[in-house]
Structure formats: C-alpha cells, structure tokens
T-cell receptor, first 116, second 112 residues
C-alpha cells in the first residue's frame, strides 16, 4: 500500500493550459516537499510546506498543504514546455517522539508533458 | 556552494558482484540519506546517516549497507548483486533533521 497517493500519474497538455497534481495520504506529515526531476538527473527541490493550510507560490506554481497536513496539491498556471518533467511529492512522517528523521516517503510521481 | 556529488555516475556489474557508491554532501550538511529509484517502485528510502550513525533504515535486505565518515561523506554498498538491484541510486543531504533534502544526480547501476 502506497503511503502517499499521487495523481494523476500521467498528464499531457498543451502550452498555456492549467493543471493540478494531487498528493494524498491517511497519515499526518510534519512537512511535505515537492520535487521536479528530469531524465538522468536527481530530483530538484521546488518547495517545502510545513504548516497546515499553508500556500506557497513560486512564479506560476502554487503549492498548498492541507489543513490536517495529510494532503497537498501543486497547481501550475499557463504551463510551458519547460515545465515538462516528473513531479514528486515527498512527506516526512512525524515519529512517535515528535521529531522527524531524514526519511522521506515519496508518491509515485506525475509525468507531465507540455506540448508547444 | 557546490551541490551533492555522487560517484560514479554510471556502473555496470554482473550478478553476484558487489558495488560501492559514494556521496559527498553539500558543505556543512551532516545528514545523508540514500534512495533507490526504479520505474516500478518509484523512490524508496534505503537509510539515513547523521554524525556517522545510521538513524533510520528502510525495508531492504541486509545486502544493502552504508556508512558515513567524519567529514559527512557517505558510501553505500550492495553485495551479491541481483538483477533487480538495477536502479538509479540517489543520495540526498540536509543540514540536520530539517528534512529539506537536496539530491545528487544519482548513480545509474545496471546489473547484468
């Protein structure tokens, strides 16, 4: 059973369209990170959200952390071909002791293709 | 500031052999985590080291091991390689338990 369910798995859209990627779990995360990965490279950190209800914007990208810290979304406005890549959400679970260690649980990823 | 570096970038081995992968974290980062990425399973956590101590371990067999040195550089070792070990092995570093991890480019391991 996947701890972090990410959807959709594949997204193929035209330049200029908007899109949203979802990341859902039944577990509470102390923080959640979004990464973008290109073929043959490691994931590049886009944003970290830590507070329930938090919204962060990075140019055309908007990230939201659910109030209960169990879900998150990534919204891209007016997608461009340069946005093409694998988008990954990753959460850090809060341990019983209340601290978080360096173990990230990843969603399956969303492969986004933006056509010119 | 230089990013996370991993060596080698590509490796081809045969079944039964062993392999050692190396990771140099961002300067000042003391925590290093390792992940395995495959098309079928995605990114899966292997282990995490902080101040030369393994603090967390994923669900991988004992053939997978690692260590961290006093300069925070880390190595992971896979013994008795199996075909299913073919994957992209990623190393990530962070300052400490902040969980904001920065990834290296990975080592692509192919087992024949």
């Amino acid at each position: 059973t996947q701890l972090l369910e990410q959807s959709p798995q594949f997204l193929s859209i035209q330049e200029g369209e908007n899109l949203t990627v979802y990341c859902n779990s039944s577990s509470v995360f102390s923080s959640l990170q979004w990464y973008r990965q290109e073929p043959g490279e490691g994931p590049v950190l886009l944003v970290t959200v830590v507070t329930g209800g938090e919204v962060k914007k990075l140019k055309r990208l908007t990230f939201q952390f659910g109030d209960a810290r169990k879900d998150s979304s990534l919204h891209i406005t007016a997608a461009q071909p340069g946005d093409t890549g694998l988008y990954l959400c990753a959460g850090a679970l809060r341990s019983a002791g209340g601290t978080s260690y360096g173990k990230l649980t990843f969603g399956q990823g969303t492969i986004l293709t933006v056509h010119p | 500031k230089a990013g996370v570096t991993q060596t080698p970038r590509y490796l081809i081995k045969t079944r039964g052999q062993q392999v050692t992968l190396s990771c140099s974290p961002i300067s000042g980062h003391r925590s290093v985590s390792w992940y395995q990425q495959t098309p079928g399973q995605g990114l899966q956590f292997l282990f995490e080291y902080f101040s030369e101590t393994q603090r967390n371990k994923g669900n991988f067999p004992g053939r997978f091991s690692g260590r961290q040195f006093s300069n925070s550089r880390s190595e992971m070792n896979v013994s008795t390689l199996e075909l299913g070990d073919s994957a992209l092995y990623l190393c990530a570093s962070s300052l400490a338990p902040s969980n904001e991890q920065f990834f290296g480019p990975g080592t692509r391991l192919t087992v024949l």
